[in-house]
């Protein structure tokens, strides 16, 4: 366990995983951390599992308890409100972690919404529909007192509900790497070759577009180093936003494209943001739509 906490410290004390601008929030998370490693987490009896706002067979829900590993996230009122629940990139998560480790990872997810209807709209506009306990009172953080912050709301627990570590995935890939590790039984012994890269635009201008409409658009990423190009992941900001490209690495001096699909939910001005994970230093690439959506 030590071993956990001291790599979780490493990055803290670089600032890339919680983004410690200053030593109070340094010792913060390194307080945190040390009285969660290990920790096991209660879990209640008593709290309905969701798909989309529909009951949940209890028997499909039950098994995610039985894996090897679980990912619990805690969201409470005030998160459930706020543009950083990033479902569209847990979604994505959860289906890189269903390939990588098959049956081993379960995602316990837990809302405390204040209204139920309107966190199941946001499931809905968001194109969430994995199943999550609808926790309206809070059962689990009145047994386990969570920290407040929402990056530590989030637990790699192991097949007894101990803590392995603390972070939110989705907020930092960082973290997601660490949790891979941690689940694959692999420790990185030295870090991933680092390449440079070339967009050939960064902005894509759509003018006005009707809302709801299909809205393609590609980028193109050129291998300017050395290495091959990983691309680890590509975040949307958006759930409104279809994201797709090549998962294999690609050679110096090769050109790859990422093709997105935008479909505006509200009508008005939008700017939509999307990063590229990559092994180049300046990681994430970010990518722009910019666009008027009209009735």
Known sequence: MKSHLLLLFLVISACSVFSCKNNRKRLEATDIITEWAGKE????????????GKDTLPLIC???????????????????????????????????????FQGKVGFLLYFQPKNERDMVSIFARDRFNYPVFMDINGEINRLNRFPQAMEYQCFLLDKDNKALMIGNPVLNPGIWELYKEQIAGEKKTEQRAITTVTAGKTVH???????????????????????????????ASCGCTDV??????????QTTTISVNMTPDETGFFSKTIDVYCNVDNSPVRLTLNGNANE
Do not use: H
Request: proline share 5%; net charge negative.
């Open 41 to 52: 987490i209660i879990f209640p009896e008593n709290v309905s599992c969701y798909t989309a």
């Open 62 to 100: 039950n098994e995610w308890f039985d894996r090897e590993f679980k990912i619990l996230m805690y969201v409470d009122s005030a998160g459930c409100s706020s543009c950083r629940l990033n479902l569209f990139e847990w979604n994505q998560l959860i289906e890189e972690a269903d390939s990588l």
């Open 205 to 235: 201008e759509y003018g006005n577009i009707l809302k709801g409409s299909s809205n393609p658009a590609v980028f193109t990423i050129t291998n300017t180093g050395n290495n091959p190009l990983v691309i680890s992941r590509v975040s």
């Open 244 to 253: 797709e490209w090549e998962k294999r690495p690609v050679a110096p001096g």
